[in-house]
Each structure stands twice: as C-alpha cells, then as structure tokens.
C-alpha cells in the first residue's frame, strides 16, 4: 500500500503559470520528499523537508509541510514545458529503512 | 561522479522464467534499493542493501531476492516470474542507510508474456 496521496492525479496549465501539488499521508514521518520522473524513467531528487520544518525553497520550487494535517504542498513557479512530469511525494518514517511513495501528479505545461 | 545505471534497458520474459537485473550504485554509495513501478503507478520498495546485506524488506514475495557486492553494485533476482511482474524496475542508490536522498538509475522496463 502507499503511504501518499497526490492531488490532483493529473494538471494542465500554460507555460508561465503556478502549479501546485498537494500530497497526504497516514503516519508519523521524519522526512517528506519531492521526486520528479520524466517519462516513465528514473526519479529525480527535487527536495527533501524535514519533520520540524514549515517551508523549504529551491530556486522556482517551495514545499510546505503541516504535520497537524498530515499533508505537504509543492508549488512551481513560473512554469516552464520542460516541467512537464510526472511528481511523487515520498516519506521516510520515523526508524524506518523504507521510503514510501504516492501515486503521483502529472503535471503537463502547455507552450 | 559516476551516476547510477541499471542494465538491461527492456526485457521481455515468458512466465514462469527467471530473470536477473543489475544496478551500479553511485561512486562513494554503500546503500542501494531497489523498488517496482507499475503503469501509473508510484514507485513500491522491494527491498534495500547496506554494505551487503539486506537492511529491510517491502510487501514483496520471498521469490523476489537480492545481492549486493562489495563494490556495493546489485542485483534483483526474481523468480517464477507471473504477468503482474510487468513493470518498470528501478533502483536507487544513496550514501549511507540513514541518509534519505537517493540517486536513481533509469530504470529497467520488464514485459513478462
């Protein structure tokens, strides 16, 4: 079973415009991690955000994580068609050797 | 800094063979996992290998096995292979068992007919 859950499954947006994901899960976590695949291929590291962190940014990417609600944010900004991907949230549980991954969002960035 | 690959690229196997994948880990990575991705699908963890030996498994039959190396390379072994193996495996190597970020290789797509 996966731990995420991805909202929404699938995103169209122009060029230019924000696209935000959103990802929940079930159990305590130490990390919560951003993934992005290309294509049915491997994963690429976006960003990891700690259990005691809010808000992490890099470059056009800012996560937010609350662990009242048990649900993190990824918001790209100024979207360009090179984003067009698919992105997983993944976690890492408290002790655990396991990272856990959600079904994912596909994001599709219109030129 | 050598990235991760995995070999073969494509595979297609009959049901009921047995099959073996292979992944080079990151230069400087003693930690490799491996994971099953199915069609739409987000990535599911098999198991993961730490200088050698096996440090956790997923919900994944015994016939699904592993080796890791001392050059910290790996193998996924599986056998009695059945049609919903069909998948696209993926392995990911990190640079120890506690550190999170992990380096993926492109993947090996099974068919199993």
């Known amino acids: 079973s996966q731990q995420g859950e991805e909202d929404p499954q699938a995103l169209s947006i122009q060029e230019g415009e924000n696209a935000t994901m959103n990802c929940s899960y079930k159990t305590s976590i130490n990390n919560l991690q951003w993934y992005r695949q290309n294509s049915g291929r491997g994963l690429v590291h976006l960003i990891l955000?700690?259990?005691?962190?809010r808000e992490k940014h890099s470059g056009r990417l800012r996560v937010t994580l609350d662990t009242s609600k048990k649900s993190s944010s990824l918001l790209i900004t100024a979207s360009r068609a090179a984003d067009t991907a698919s992105y997983f949230c993944a976690t890492d549980q408290p002790g655990g050797f396991k990272t856990i991954f959600g079904a994912g969002t596909r994001l599709f960035v219109k030129a | 800094e050598t990235g991760v690959t995995q070999s073969p690229t494509h595979l297609i196997k009959t049901r009921g063979q047995q099959v073996t994948l292979r992944c080079s880990s990151q230069?400087?990575?003693?930690?490799v996992s491996w994971y099953q991705q199915a069609l739409g699908q987000g990535p599911q963890f098999i198991f993961q290998?730490?200088?050698?030996?096996?440090?956790g498994r997923g919900n994944f039959p015994p016939r699904f096995s592993g080796l890791q190396f001392p050059n910290y390379s790996s193998e996924l072994n599986v056998n009695a292979l059945e049609l919903d193996d069909s998948a696209l495996y993926l392995c990911?190597?990190?640079?120890?068992?506690?550190?999170?970020?992990?380096?993926f290789g492109p993947g090996t797509r099974l068919t199993v007919t």
């Open positions: 955000i700690r259990s005691n962190e």
């Open positions: 290998y730490y200088r050698e030996e096996e440090n």
């Open positions: 230069s400087g990575h003693n930690t």
């Open positions: 990911a190597s990190s640079k120890d068992r506690g550190a999170y970020e992990q380096y």
